[in-house]
């Protein structure tokens, strides 16, 4: 089962506005990472959140994680045309041992209209 | 300019007919890692390396193989393909197993 669940799944914005998705996950993880992806194109990595830290900021991304919710939320502001992507949360669970093994969660597909 | 290539991007195919999609990475990374995407089940992974000559399987490996003979190298092999084995395929390097993941542009799989 996938450990990361997006909310919501689509969002349709205009130029300007800001977009904030969120992510939920199951189990204690060791970091939280938000990648993006262009429609059929490979995921490019945004930003990553250790599970001790409360709040990260990258450019016009902030992205918050709450540890006891097993939530984080990534929020874009002043949104582009360019920002229209797919948006995926990906977590390596503790204990997952040397995987590597990301889970990813479905995704938010965002518009943004120009 | 560091990234992950991948051939083919397209790929249409039938049961049977043994097929390798080639990944290499130019970063020197030692962990690099497959993934099939499919409409909703999201991205899943199928196998692992963490150096040359260590890989181990992810969540879905069943059909596949790969090999890890070089540090830059890491191909997916279909001994057999299936039709259950269309997808979207993504290979992914990282410095570490824990550091972000730096993708390839896909490869889409269809076999008839």
């Known amino acids: 089962s996938q450990q990361g669940e997006e909310d919501p799944q689509a969002l349709s914005i205009q130029e300007g506005e800001n977009a904030t998705m969120n992510c939920s996950y199951k189990?204690?993880?060791?970091?939280l990472q938000w990648y993006r992806q262009n429609s059929g194109r490979g995921l490019v990595h945004l930003i990553l959140?250790?599970?001790?830290?409360r709040e990260k900021h990258s450019g016009r991304l902030r992205v918050t994680l709450d540890t006891s919710k097993k939530s984080s939320s990534l929020l874009i502001t002043a949104s582009r045309a360019a920002d229209t992507a797919s948006y995926f949360c990906?977590?390596?669970?503790?204990?997952?041992?040397?995987?590597?093994?990301?889970?990813f969660g479905q995704g938010t597909t965002l518009q943004v209209k120009p | 300019e560091a990234q992950v290539t991948q051939n083919p991007r397209y790929l249409i195919t039938v049961t049977g007919k043994k097929l390798t999609v080639t990944c290499s990475q130019n970063?020197?990374?030692?962990?690099m890692s497959w993934y099939r995407q499919d409409p909703g089940l999201g991205l899943r992974q199928i196998y692992y390396s963490m150096n040359v000559e260590v890989t181990d399987k992810g969540d879905v490996p069943e059909g596949y193989k790969v090999s890890r003979k070089e540090k830059r190298n890491f191909p997916l092999i279909l001994e057999s393909p299936s039709p259950n084995q269309t997808s979207l395929y993504f290979c992914?390097?990282?410095?570490?197993?824990?550091?972000?993941?730096?993708f390839g542009n896909g490869t889409r799989l269809t076999v008839t």
């Open positions: 992914a390097s990282s410095q570490g197993r824990w550091s972000p993941l730096h």
């Open positions: 970063m020197n990374h030692e962990y």
């Open positions: 959140i250790r599970s001790n830290e």
């Open positions: 189990t204690s993880i060791n970091n």
């Open positions: 990906a977590t390596d669970a503790v204990g997952s041992g040397n995987t590597g093994k990301l889970i």
